[in-house]
T-cell receptor, first 116, second 115 residues
Framework: AQKVTQAQTEISVVEKEDVTLDCVYE???????LFWYKQPPSGELVFLIR??????QNEISGRYSWNFQKSTSSFNFTITASQVVDSAVYFC?????????????FGGGTRLMVKP | AAGVIQSPRHLIKEKRETATLKCYPI?????VYWYQQGPGQDPQFLIS???????DKGSIPDRFSAQQFSDYHSELNMSSLELGDSALYFC??????????????FGPGTRLTVL
């Protein structure tokens, strides 16, 4: 069975602060995908990043960076110089690598509030 | 770029009524997924279809059924609605390359309210 845990239910920061969202996962699969999605107050789910289990290279995209550590089963997400527009619920998710139509298993989400 | 289209965006029903939600995947995407998100909760997987065949099944109630049509759009049919069915229903689509699951892109969701 797969499980994703986001221990931080809510984080509040002041604009321009850096913030890291934690994600820990459990799976018996040797190959899998990890994802981060953003859900702003408007409600849609926006894809941010996908990481394959065999690729542990960290990734940076603008103010966003992701740290994947297979040894600790973690896939953490850092926002540098946070902005008010970053306020949203962020979900970490896991899926099997093979087979069509595999479900996403989501963590409970972390609500990030960025204050001006 | 074209996104996943869901209709209707909002739906209000009475208890014991039926509802049909529609999903139009991103062009050339062959796989559709349905998720249910209750207030303050994470999305829960209901069911998926690949090339019009059911692919994976999650915690979908027996009162719900779904299918994918020849043009790849999908419909989620919900009968005997209960108050607890009130939620945001997401459809997602992906393109399965080489038999390997790919990134799921989500539609804007249908907010169902059961009174």
């Amino acid at each position: 069975a797969q499980k994703v845990t986001q221990a931080q239910t809510e984080i509040s920061v002041v604009e321009k602060e850096d913030v890291t969202l934690d994600c820990v996962y459990e799976t018996r699969d040797t190959t899998y995908y990890l994802f981060w999605y953003k859900q702003p107050p408007s409600g849609e789910l926006v894809f941010l990043i996908r990481r394959n289990s065999f690729d542990e290279q960290n990734e940076i995209s603008g103010r966003y960076s992701w740290n994947f550590q297979k040894s600790t089963s973690s896939f953490n997400f850092t926002i540098t110089a946070s902005q008010v527009v970053d306020s949203a619920v962020y979900f970490c998710a896991l899926s099997e690598f093979l087979d069509a139509g595999n479900m996403l298993t989501f963590g409970g989400g972390t609500r990030l509030m960025v204050k001006p | 770029a074209a996104g996943v289209i869901q209709s209707p965006r909002h739906l209000i029903k009475e208890k014991r009524e039926t509802a049909t939600l529609k999903c139009y995947p991103i062009p050339r995407h062959d796989t559709v997924y349905w998720y249910q998100q209750g207030p303050g909760q994470d999305p829960q997987f209901l069911i998926s279809f690949y090339e019009k065949m059911q692919s994976d099944k999650g915690s979908i109630p027996d009162r719900f059924s779904a299918q994918q049509f020849s043009d790849y759009h999908s419909e989620l049919n919900m009968s005997s609605l209960e108050l607890g069915d009130s939620a945001l229903y997401f459809c997602a689509s992906s393109f399965i390359a080489g038999g390997k699951s790919d990134t799921q892109y989500f539609g804007p969701g249908t907010r169902l309210t059961v009174l």
